[in-house]
């Protein structure tokens, strides 16, 4: 933006004011976003979550069928491997100690 000054140069750059209300605005829109942001973080992590029971409770039922008794410990679906079920398990359900 030239502007002209009292001694004749161009000037350019912004204004405070148009500063001021640029970074206004921004905020405005962030504080907006930013909840939005975490509600869609939070429901992602809960389908994941349910996702995650579904399958597990798939692997044991599919133990169970196969076994006749539900297993003792996370190990043992590991462990025994019945019809590929270990495949099906969650990483993160894997790697909890116990």
Same mark, same amino acid.
């Given at each position: 933006?030239?502007?002209?000054?009292?001694?004749?140069?161009?000037?350019?750059?912004? $204004?405070?004011?148009? &500063? *001021?209300?640029?970074?206004?605005?921004?905020?405005? &829109?962030?504080? +907006?976003?930013?909840?939005?942001?975490?509600?869609?973080?939070?429901?992602?992590?809960?389908? $994941?979550?349910?996702?995650?029971?579904?399958? *597990?409770?798939?692997? @044991?039922?599919?133990?169970?069928?196969?076994?006749?008794?539900?297993?003792?410990? &996370?190990?043992?679906?590991?462990?025994?491997? @019945?019809?590929?079920?270990?495949?099906? +398990?969650?990483?993160?359900?894997?790697?909890?100690?116990?």
């Amino acid at each position: 933006m030239a502007r002209h000054t009292a001694n004749g140069n161009n000037a350019s750059g912004f $204004t405070l004011i148009e &500063l *001021m209300i640029a970074i206004s605005v921004f905020s405005i &829109l962030i504080t +907006i976003a930013q909840p939005i942001y975490y509600s869609a973080i939070k429901k992602a992590k809960e389908a $994941t979550l349910k996702r995650d029971l579904f399958v *597990m409770r798939d692997v @044991i039922d599919r133990y169970y069928s196969d076994q006749g008794e539900y297993p003792a410990t &996370l190990a043992d679906l590991v462990e025994k491997d @019945i019809s590929g079920a270990s495949r099906s +398990i969650p990483l993160r359900s894997r790697t909890l100690p116990g």
